[in-house]
């Protein structure tokens, strides 16, 4: 084991790395709540746009958190853990990327504040006088 994994190992064992896991997992937890709102909501009603517009929001953070848990069990060789926050990832990162068809917040005002980020942060072209 590398000494970067090493000490990442032994952080998550210390108090502040096991409340900054349990936060994590509790993250995942909301978004995984949410996906199954979303699923079992009426279509095109609001619960569904609000499950559906905090489930797109937290799934981006909890793959992030679900790769470096799975990472810091990997290195403890923990394999049922593993196992089991593998299926998690996957699973996540599945409902992610296929069920983008439903309305939520991010194809309204996000789309218009995407834009309004890119033009903010795109290069602006001076010409010179004449």
């Known amino acids: 084991m590398s000494a970067g994994l090493a000490s990442a190992v032994q952080f998550a064992g210390s108090l502040p790395g096991s409340i900054l896991l349990t936060l994590g997992q509790a993250l995942v937890l909301v978004c995984a709540c949410a996906d199954m709102l979303r699923l079992l909501s009426v279509p095109r009603s609001r619960g569904r746009y609000v499950a559906n517009t905090v489930f797109r929001t937290l799934a981006p953070p909890a793959i992030l958190v679900m790769a470096i848990t799975v990472l810091i069990d990997a290195a403890s060789g ?48 001076l010409t010179a006088p004449a």
Request: hydrophobic content about 45%.
């Open 78 to 125: 923990v394999w049922g853990d593993v196992m089991l926050g593998m299926f998690v990832l996957v699973v996540v990162t599945y409902r992610w990327r296929t069920d983008t068809d439903e309305e939520n917040w991010w194809k309204g005002k996000g789309k218009a504040l995407g834009r309004w980020l890119r033009k903010q942060t795109a290069p602006r072209i």
